[in-house]
């Protein structure tokens, strides 16, 4: 089999989403004069952002009461009063300021300047359209990559095969010649083997579990072993 065709997930992969979170909760605290400490917000935030992802994916709730219900469920964890009007208003806040922290996994552009001269590289993300340009755009990966494929341009989310088959043919790619590479199991590499590309899993911390049979990396680039 030839590969030809790279499609890459966004967030957890290339782009290093928790940090960059934890920067832009740092920011808006601030700004909006939120008296709770940072590292007790995430720790409970994190885990319902994880939690709430996995809803949206799964047409449980919509991107306002995800962007809603995350900020309402940790305030309410941590014990600190907060109005309706001021979580939208931090929620809105949260979405503007995002994509000003670029923070990249270690060896991202090592990976795509290596992968560039071989491949053709795309990106297919559940990300909300209006940031994931503009995460890229700011931190330098958008010139790697032919096609952006957002799960909103789609209609529906990863894993649904509807994502992967609408990004093939977009890139005029086939699931032989195609190969995605993400940090979801369930979203990017089930989702994919499901459709019938091959699949790299990117495991960088040690509490992600990986499948049985599927290849997987613990920095971007060891991907360099298969590609």
Not at 44 to 69: F, M, T
Not at 76 to 90: C, F, G, R
Not at 94 to 121: A, M, Q, R, V
Request: one cysteine or more; hydrophobic letters at 40%.
């Amino acid at each position: 089999m030839k590969i030809e065709h790279v499609f890459f997930d966004l967030d957890h992969t290339l782009w290093d989403f928790e940090k960059n979170s934890a920067l832009t909760f740092e920011k808006i605290f601030i700004e909006n004069n939120i008296d709770v400490k940072i590292d007790d917000f995430l720790e409970v935030y994190v885990p319902l952002n994880l939690k709430y992802w996995k809803l949206y994916r799964n047409e449980k709730v919509s991107k306002e009461e995800l962007r809603y219900a995350r900020l309402k469920k940790s305030f309410d964890a941590v014990n600190y009063s907060i109005s309706d009007d001021l979580i939208e208003q931090l929620a809105t806040a949260y979405i503007d300021n995002l994509s000003e922290f670029n923070y990249l996994f270690e060896g991202t552009f090592e990976l795509l300047d290596y992968l560039k001269e071989k491949y053709t590289l795309h990106i297919i993300t559940n990300g909300f359209e209006e940031v994931q340009n503009k995460k890229m755009v700011n931190s330098k990966l958008y010139h790697y990559f032919d096609q952006i494929i957002t799960s909103e341009s789609v209609g529906v989310k990863k894993p649904n095969p509807k994502v992967f088959n609408f990004a093939l043919e977009s890139a005029n790619a086939r699931k032989d010649n195609s190969i995605m590479i993400g940090d979801s199991l369930e979203a990017d590499i089930q989702g994919a083997l499901d459709v019938g590309l091959e699949a790299i899993h990117c495991v960088f911390d040690d509490l992600t579990a990986t499948g049985k049979n599927i290849v997987s990396v613990k920095k971007l680039l060891e991907i360099k072993q298969y590609l």
